[in-house]
């Protein structure tokens, strides 16, 4: 195997730990409120810990790659994510557990910034850059469906008691090899400073904010929108003011910073992000609404639910196999196609999904629709990070999986109240129908604010590559 692809495999087994711990839990719920007693909103606590921990330090971990080194940083978040599996899996109680998923998602924070950091560093050529986005791609597709996967396989083998702990315990054979790995083959790289500084106060007033605002939104999925959730929701948002006020006089003091607002001035950089987040606000709530639809308004028992939107997954992965190829030939026009197809599964499922829709045509509907997402997500991370310099890598990837993990809860919230509001008191399966296709209406809308933002990118950004012969 070429080295550089040797290193995109060590680099990417962090990603894939980060998005496989997102989704394993989910599976396991009721063996683990079970086993350790936990009430209904320790649960929800346990599930938000990780996402909070992890939403709120992505760019802090982003500028300790940039200043301490993307190699360093990303072992000793291996290492930590280690740590807190293990605290994780010997959890006697709640309380240990809720703990352990907060430093886990610190952990993958620390993390998953320096794999499109490295990525960037690693893969300098347009061609070679767009191939890794594709094993990018690959990665979230595997980690979401493993993550579900074993979750369900680990909390139901019969040969150990409380086995849901293995959910956690599986992350320690895959740190050790990946840090085993990342020692001998990953070079180092990072900002060239005189003076290595760090922003500490930065760091406390951006986490304060971010913990402040991901833990409202988490709130309000699981609660519904209520006095404590709003009056967090204000507080984070005057914290989140001020922090872009302190760091934009110390960019012009020459003072050590965390954030480098001048991310904001280069234009693809606002496309992709604003692309991103609109496609993971649809991305997100679309799961959402679709296990309600599926359950509750057509009467799908759960394990039949989970294998149609395996077929999602498989499509997802399939296309991210292909993208790059297709990507390098088409350009932009490849990506277009890929939205396309996916609002003309969304306006198809309106149109045939009942009752009445047989077993494989529901399997064929979310197949195409993956097909569409692993089209399009490797592409967008490739939109807001071209064309920036080296020295913005680390922050702009932690920006931009902020806006991601952000979008996802703002998504579920947002979406998630339109589709209950027109489900009315009382539901009938008339009334599932109409809050499932109003709420997928919501999506097509992003969708097509995803499209507009992509038509603006330069072309330069993702140009076309023809082959010797003149043909592409």
């Known amino acids: 195997m070429n080295a550089k692809y040797l290193k995109l495999m060590v680099i990417l087994s962090g990603q894939l730990l980060t998005i496989m711990d997102i989704f394993i839990i989910n599976v396991s719920i009721p063996s683990i409120q079970r086993d350790l007693h936990a009430s209904n909103g320790e649960m929800q606590l346990m599930i938000a810990s990780y996402l909070i921990g992890f939403a709120s330090f992505l760019i802090t971990g982003g500028r300790l790659g940039d200043l ?81 996967f074993l979750g369900g396989y680990f909390s139901s083998v019969s040969w150990m008691e409380e086995s849901w702990r293995l959910i956690f315990l599986i992350n320690i054979p895959v740190c050790m090899l990946a840090l085993l790995f990342s020692k001998k083959i990953l070079n180092e790289s990072k900002i060239s400073v005189e003076k290595k500084t760090f922003d500490f106060v930065g760091v ?24 404590k959730s709003m009056v967090l929701a204000v507080i984070s948002i005057l ?12 960019l012009m003091q020459r003072k050590s910073y965390l954030m480098d607002f001048t991310l904001f001035s280069y234009k693809n950089f606002n496309l992709g992000i604003l692309a991103v987040s609109f496609f993971f606000i649809m991305l ?38 292909f993208s790059a190829r297709f990507i390098l030939r088409y350009g932009k026009k490849f990506l277009i196609t890929g ?89 009938t399966s008339k009334n599932y129908h109409q809050a499932f296709s109003i709420a997928l209406a919501v999506n097509i809308i992003c969708l097509m604010i995803v499209l507009l933002s992509i038509a603006k990118v330069p072309e330069h950004i993702l140009p076309t590559t023809k082959r010797k012969d003149g043909r592409f």
């Open 68 to 148: 301490y080194g993307r190699k360093k940083i990303f072992m000793i978040g291996l290492v930590f994510f280690m740590l807190s599996s293990v605290t994780c899996g010997i959890s006697a109680g709640p309380e240990l557990l809720v703990i352990s998923r907060f430093i886990q998602g610190i952990s993958a924070a620390m993390m998953s910034p320096q794999v499109l950091s490295m990525i960037q560093v690693l893969f300098s050529a347009h061609e070679e850059r767009t191939k890794a986005m594709g094993w990018y791609g690959i990665t979230i597709g595997v980690g979401t469906i493993s993550g579900q």
């Open 239 to 250: 914290i989140l003011i001020y922090f872009v006020k302190n760091q934009k006089m110390r």
């Open 339 to 427: 939205l396309v197809l996916i609002m003309t599964v969304l306006i198809l499922q309106i149109l045939l999904l009942d009752k009445e829709t047989p077993f494989f045509v529901l399997c064929l509907l979310l197949f195409f629709h993956g097909i569409g997402v692993g089209s399009i997500i490797p592409s967008l991370a490739n939109i807001a990070l071209s064309g920036l310099p080296s020295t913005l890598a680390g922050n702009a990837s932690g920006v931009y999986n902020t806006f991601v993990q952000a979008a996802a809860i703002i998504g579920i919230i947002v979406v998630g109240s339109v589709f209950y509001y027109f489900l009315g008191p009382k539901p």
């Open 284 to 321: 997100d709530s679309y799961f959402y609404i679709l296990s309600l639809f599926f359950q509750d308004g057509l009467h799908i028992g759960s394990m039949a639910a989970g294998e149609i939107i395996v077929f999602q997954g498989l499509g997802f992965i399939l296309a991210s196999v």
């Open 204 to 227: 406390a007033v951006l986490a304060s904010g971010l913990f402040c605002f991901t833990y409202a939104l988490t709130l309000s999925e699981h609660q519904g929108i209520q006095v």
